[in-house]
């Protein structure tokens, strides 16, 4: 009996840990704002997707500005350039990471400001930053003002991806749940077991199983692409970008659940052997005092 509990609260802690381990990741990599921005600067440093993108805010502000006819030609000439400029400019790295933080913002607790109606039904993208860094550098072109609104969003996703994203700012942080009971589970497998060293080996091999089956839903995951994301062609790239960031960042973490496995299977293996030596002379001396009597 002690050994069918040992083993049943073993398989059901590793069954724990291997939802409460990617409910943490998503927690802390995309509920939380600073995980996400740190979890988004790759995405940065991508000259195709940044170009994209630089090229969208551009399109969004010229659709926005009417020029006189004597800077007409002057201000049509800056943003054909800014287009393909921007991402080389020093303010571009700031109103990235200000377009991710507007953007997380939106998504996850609807804090976008006035007139972004949208956020409550879609995902969506703000580059707001990025045209407002090119709005001041046409100013200083032109030496005009230009007005820009404080938010212009491309969408992303539609109301069912908006509902998914809901539902896990609701429950991603609340993996501390299933990561105590597996911690307590594993305990209880312990306590209960009569050959500790056996247990330890058992969750070690059983928590290399649980990290290759990450392995293939990552894997599988970065296989999906923009995973049914992207309202437009500018929000579809940002969505295989992000797939592709994710599934990079997670791999760290199934790193270290290789290397915790591993260190289970050799505590194990060695506490196996330690007490398979200690009790061999027990036995010999039974042995032997049974042969003298």
Do not use: C
Request: glycine share 10%; net charge positive; charged share 15%.
């Amino acid at each position: 009996m002690r050994t069918f509990v040992s083993a049943i609260a073993v398989i059901f802690a590793l069954l724990l840990t291997g939802i409460a381990v990617p409910m943490a990741w998503t927690d802390v990599n995309i509920v939380r704002e600073d995980g996400f921005v740190a979890l988004t600067a790759p995405i940065g440093k991508d000259q195709s997707f940044q170009a994209r993108l630089a090229a969208t805010a551009v399109a969004s502000l010229e659709s926005k500005v009417n020029l006189p006819a004597p800077v007409e030609q002057l201000g049509a000439s800056f943003l054909k350039d800014a287009a393909t400029a921007m991402t080389t400019w020093p303010e571009y790295p700031q109103a990235w990471n200000e377009t991710v933080r507007r953007s997380h913002q939106l998504n996850f607790t609807g804090n976008g400001g006035p007139g972004n109606s949208t956020s409550g039904t879609s995902l969506v993208l703000d580059v707001g930053p990025l045209v407002k860094i090119a709005a001041d550098r046409l100013h200083a072109a032109t030496g005009l003002p230009i007005s820009t609104p404080d938010s212009t969003v491309i969408n992303i996703g539609g109301p069912a991806q908006r509902q998914q994203v809901d539902a896990i700012a609701a429950y991603a942080p609340m993996w501390w749940i299933p990561g105590l009971g597996a911690v307590l589970l594993f305990a209880l497998g312990l306590l209960a077991a009569k050959r500790r060293g056996v247990v330890l080996l058992f969750a070690g091999l059983g928590l290399a199983a649980v990290a290759a089956l990450w392995q293939v839903a990552t894997t599988v995951l970065k296989g999906a692409g923009d995973a049914g994301l992207g309202g437009t062609a500018t929000g579809g790239l940002f969505a295989r970008e992000l797939v592709a960031a994710s599934v990079d960042n997670f791999t760290g973490w199934i790193t270290n659940a290789w290397i915790a496995a591993g260190v289970f299977v050799l505590l194990g293996l060695l506490v196996v052997i330690f007490f398979s030596r200690k009790t061999r002379p027990s036995v010999r001396a039974n042995a032997a005092g049974s042969m003298e009597g």
